[in-house]
């Protein structure tokens, strides 16, 4: 449930050239990891990330770590409500720890979107996979047996509609927070949060390296740039042939060039032409005009809908050139271009809908009412679905009695997690951002969905 920007849902695409730096002293970090490792002497959990079957913290069988989910925000909050106002809601740490929205049988997580605004039917779309995700876990038992309580805050797409957003977290009772989408509205809520002490799994264009308690959820924009640089060279042939780069003139699409460029240089790539367009310009033909005189024959895309232009274009210019890149790998931007893409490559911070986890993923959906035998109506509700498995570990992780600081300590303990849709996750003190590689993927499936080329990858 990603958004590039307002007027196409990107899917966490883009987020940092650094990892998050998190130095802050934490009360619980020795206790959480000491309870990860009673699970497996490698200090992990072990369950099964797909149907969520797994262990609790102290070894014992326990209910499903991970799941789906959809109970009602609003009655889920009001029963939270209740239970605290009578006094049958304990806090669940026993060290002190800020419980906040942890009760004896619930824990409250607020998602932030932009629920309203001019993506909102996608963002609702994808929401969907969120409550099945919360559906399967409570119905499982819960989590450390705690059902999850799913509050939508809605960031509404805009700077200061992520600010309001934020604030609403801070009052309505939640354990933490997921922002898994926007480009303003995501930054400024992660902000926002941050400094306020509650824990927060964001999607961003780019971290701060100042956030303490946040933690990215997908492959940033300025490891995509760099990944890319070795896509282009070994998989695509790169060596001795011009390259261009042809970006967005925003940070998010900005942040490829400025990583792609000076590593494919450090290759041994020619980057022959680099040409900045505006957000949802009418026509490309001239900067196209000018990389085809300058002898491009690889051209790296860095945009979202604006791409579906930038290839009708060259195509439209009988522009014989390759065609790859980042950030428009959705499978709603093929289905609006179908044959436009053919043959069309590039990079994606998530899986495709041709692998076996869609077929799990797609059991799951249908088994709770939302159909989604049309893989090409998903909207993205697949990664959101990936990214709710994720969250569930990290519930997991925070223990039986769970509080913000062990939440924080317990998701530094994360490593190698996979769940078949997003790529490996490994966190730690000094690295919040989490993710590493990208998809490979090239255009099209019969029905216009993205087809895999292959496992997600640091560099090809």
């Known amino acids: 449930m990603t958004t590039t920007r307002a007027g196409a849902l990107v899917i966490s695409l883009f987020v940092v050239v650094s990892a998050c730096s998190v130095s802050t002293p934490r009360n619980q970090s020795a206790s959480v ?31 499903p770590a991970l799941a789906g989910g959809s109970a009602q925000a ?80 809605d960031h509404k797409e805009t700077a200061a509609g992520g600010v309001a957003a934020c604030k609403e977290v801070q009052s309505n009772g939640s354990f933490f927070a997921a922002v898994p989408e926007g480009v303003e509205a995501n930054v400024t809520a992660v902000d926002c949060l941050d400094a306020a002490g509650i824990p927060t799994v964001y999607y961003a264009a780019a971290t701060n390296p100042n956030w303490k308690r946040a933690f990215a959820d997908l492959i940033t924009s300025a490891q995509g740039g760099r990944i890319m640089a070795s896509y282009v060279r070994n998989h695509l042939g790169g060596a001795g042939k011009k390259v261009g780069v042809i970006y967005v003139n925003q940070a998010a699409y900005k942040d490829v060039l400025d990583t792609f460029e000076p590593e ?37 895309v860095s945009a979202t809908t604006e791409a579906i232009g930038i290839v009708r274009d060259a195509r439209s210019m009988g522009w014989n050139v390759a065609i790859t890149g980042w950030g428009y790998m959705f499978d709603f931007v093929t289905a609006a271009g179908h044959e436009l893409f053919k043959g069309v490559t590039g990079l994606r911070p998530y899986a495709t809908v041709d692998s076996a986890s869609y077929e799990t993923y797609r059991q799951h959906m249908n088994n709770r009412g939302r159909n989604r035998d049309d893989r090409t109506t998903d909207l993205e509700g697949f990664v959101t679905y990936g990214r709710a498995l994720l969250y569930g570990e990290m519930l997991v992780r925070a223990g039986a009695n769970p509080t913000r600081e062990s939440f924080i300590a317990g998701v530094e303990t994360i490593a190698n997690y996979e769940n078949g849709i997003v790529p490996p996750m490994t966190y730690s003190v000094d690295d919040h951002v989490g993710a590493s590689a990208a998809f490979p993927v090239v255009c099209c499936n019969s029905d216009f969905t993205w087809q895999s080329t292959g496992p997600a990858q640091e560099q090809f």
């Open 264 to 300: 494919a240089r450090n290759l041994g790539l020619d980057i022959a032409s680099t040409e900045s367009v505006e957000p949802n310009q009418a026509s490309f033909t001239s900067q196209l005009l000018k990389m085809k005189n300058a002898g491009v024959e690889i051209l790296v």
């Open 74 to 153: 609003a009655t889920g909050g009001d029963r939270a409500a209740t239970a605290e106002q009578t006094g049958t809601a304990g806090v669940a740490a026993t060290s002190g720890g800020d419980s906040t929205g942890v009760t004896a049988d619930s824990i409250t997580v607020s998602i932030v979107a932009g629920f309203s605004g001019p993506l909102a039917a996608l963002v609702n779309k994808a929401y969907e996979a969120m409550q099945t995700w919360q559906e399967d876990v409570n119905e499982a038992g819960g989590i450390h047996g705690r059902r999850v309580i799913l509050k939508q805050v």
């Open 33 to 63: 990891r000491a309870a990860a490792g009673r699970v497996n002497p490698d200090g992990t959990i072990s369950y099964d990330a797909t149907t969520g079957a797994g262990s609790t913290v102290d070894g014992s069988a326990g209910s």
